[in-house]
């Protein structure tokens, strides 16, 4: 029987991918006790980067957005596969971080990661507030737009 979080995903349409693998020499996620670290995932979509580019140059503000949604289902692909599966386990997105693909004079950073905070918040409701930081960085690997990173809180 599917559990709550995988209704949520049902309900909301989306399909989770396998959790992406590494592109260099890290791992895509470390468990300490109950505290979830999951490595900066990239716009990837059926294993091609989806968005590249400077958000506001090559891309549209909205289109940033969607990238940072595409990471944070890549995200929570991870976390499924760092919970054996069940998504239930989460008890509380803790924090996210964004990096957004940008010129020095682009200053909507926040507005472009909020394509990934609403996304938690609409898939774990409440236990999906998190603290965040969004800055911009001057290019990031493969060209992507966005990258976001995550931790969370798990339930025994």
């Given at each position: 029987m599917a559990g709550k979080i995988d209704a949520r995903l049902k309900d909301l349409g989306i399909?989770?991918?396998?959790?992406?693998?590494?592109?260099?020499?890290?791992?895509?996620y470390t468990l300490c006790g109950n505290i979830l670290y999951?490595?900066?995932?990239?716009?990837?979509?059926?294993g091609r980067v989806a968005y590249t580019g400077k958000v506001g140059q090559d891309?549209?503000?909205e289109e940033g957005q969607a990238a940072a949604r595409t990471c944070a289902i890549n995200i929570i692909a991870q976390a499924r596969a760092a919970c054996g599966g069940d998504l239930d386990r989460?008890?509380?997105?803790?924090k996210l971080g964004g990096f957004v693909n940008a010129?020095?004079?682009?200053?909507?950073?926040?507005?472009?990661?909020n394509g990934a905070s609403d996304l938690m918040v609409e898939v774990f409701g409440d236990a999906g507030r998190h603290a965040r930081?969004?800055?911009?960085?001057?290019?990031?690997?493969?060209?992507?737009?966005?990258?976001v990173e995550a931790i969370f809180a798990l339930r025994d």
């Open positions: 399909e989770l991918p396998d959790a992406p693998a590494p592109a260099a020499n890290y791992v895509p999951i490595s900066g995932q990239v716009p990837l979509r059926d891309l549209p503000l989460v008890k509380q997105v803790l010129l020095p004079d682009f200053t909507d950073h926040p507005k472009v990661i930081f969004a800055v911009g960085a001057g290019s990031l690997p493969l060209g992507c737009a966005v990258e």
